[in-house]
């Protein structure tokens, strides 16, 4: 038989081992007591909504910067280069109404999530009258999920986010500075391969004009109009001769392709408009391509030095479209598609 003063230490212990329990759970449920997933981005953006983007990495705040213009959107971080709708709209499909699963509320573990100040990529963005819509801290992936740790600024808790906001921001090896080029339209000559009669390269090799010669439209039996007696042409039929320096045919799909190579060309990047001409060769391009089109208009697409590639920035060959002020970066791939010399674009014997 137990002794009644044991039996009351050993009640007391229990009491007391119950109360330790109690307080313990009550103070990891206060800790943790939140939903599992929280929307983090009230609401769903367009590019219409917003006027100004801000993206930034540790101390630098703003890493990145896109403005919306009357003309659409811009990078005031690249020379106010135009920006591709398509990626800001793709930016903002992902932000809005992010979804995340909570992590964590302890300030002191912010650092193993990458959402230190000098570790995470910030998003803000605001509309016309600078009111403040949209922001978020993003830190490193989240292990075998698709999305990153985030949070709000300035809160504790921690999210992993439904989404990759990173890839959305070209970031796809973790958090670092996000990139204006990721950004930039890069689409620097984009024209209507029908419309154009004639093409004039300049090179090296001197220079040659390129012609289509369309297939005529017959008239319709019985017309007696002037018309019929100057036949229209088919637009959408060509061969191709060669109309300068000498006079000759040419092989269609070879010429076709300097066609393709001149009317759709993509940037790597762009550079500077207003530093000097010379510093990318172009105020003496060593080469030129010269578009006419069936409405008399001309367009001059001239090629100045080669960039050497260096850090992130891709190598190419500076480029300059007509008058307009923006030095693009095309890759020698593109480039040497359309130089092509008369001896390719000759007949095979």
Known sequence: MFRPKLLVILAVAVV?????????????????????????????????DLARIVLGYGTEAEAVVLERTPEGWSIPTAWHAAASAQKVQALLRTLGGLAGEFRSDRESVLADYGLTPEGSVTIRARDAAGAELLALDVGAQAPGNQGQFVRRPGEPAVYVSGSNVLAALGLYGGPARPQSRHFLELQAVQEDKTEVDAIVLEDEHGAR????????????AGDTTAAAAAPEVDRLTWEWELAAPSRESLLKTRADGVLGAATSMRAVDVADPTADPAAYGLDAPSRRAMLRFADGRELVLAFGAERQAEDDRPAGVWMRVGELPTVWVVTTYAVNNLFKTLADLQPES
């Open 209 to 220: 004009t390129l012609a289509k010669v369309y297939a005529e439209v017959p008239a319709a």
């Open 16 to 48: 007391v081992l119950g109360v330790i329990s109690f307080m313990q759970k009550s103070s990891h449920e206060r800790r943790t007591s939140r939903p599992t997933q929280a929307v983090l981005v009230e609401g769903a953006w367009t590019d219409q």
